[in-house]
């Protein structure tokens, strides 16, 4: 179902408010290009909102908004600069992977690191070594401080909340 987009009131509030935006997000990120690609991507974010006729307060949604826009850049090249530190590890600093891959590995980091939320620090320790690092259960236990039975359990707890995150979403 497709949400109607007043454009007269997306269009005040760009005019009122664009320039503003991009001065905040200036300040904060320190490049004018980068600024000007946030408020972009806030802005559209409010189109697909369809939140623009009922916003009494647009700079109290505009800041929110953009300021998650930049944390979620900010996590972004986290996940980047431990993918690229993992493939220099594996690879040697002669061999760099293509954009394309890049691009890839951060965005299934980043959906397991979604899927996994839910989910205690240690279990999701133990899934990580397990599962991604390849350690037996005892080996993990070992690295813990707990039983391999515990791991074990850890283990099918994260598998479980993975599949009802993936095929049994809650309803909207």
Do not use: N
Request: proline content about 4%.
């Amino acid at each position: 179902m497709s949400q109607s987009i007043d454009v007269d009131a997306v269009a005040r509030i760009y005019l009122e408010q664009h320039v503003w935006l991009v001065g905040w997000l200036r300040r904060r990120v320190g490049c004018p290009h980068a600024a000007a690609d946030f408020a972009h991507d806030t802005f559209a974010r409010l189109i697909g909102s369809g939140a623009a006729t009922a916003l009494s307060e647009p700079r109290a949604w505009l800041t929110t908004t953009a300021t998650r826009l930049l944390v979620d850049d900010s996590r972004r090249r986290r996940i980047e600069q431990v993918f690229l530190a993992s493939w220099s590890a594996l690879h040697g600093s002669d061999v760099h992977p293509s954009t394309e891959l890049v691009a890839q590995a951060c965005q299934s980091i980043a959906l397991l690191d979604a899927w996994l939320a839910g989910t205690s620090r240690k279990a999701r320790a133990a899934f990580l070594m397990v599962r991604v690092e390849g350690l037996t259960s005892a080996e993990a236990g070992i690295r813990l401080g707990i039983s391999p039975g515990r791991v074990r359990q850890y283990v099918a707890e994260v598998l479980t909340h993975c599949y009802t995150v993936v095929f049994d979403p809650p309803s909207p």
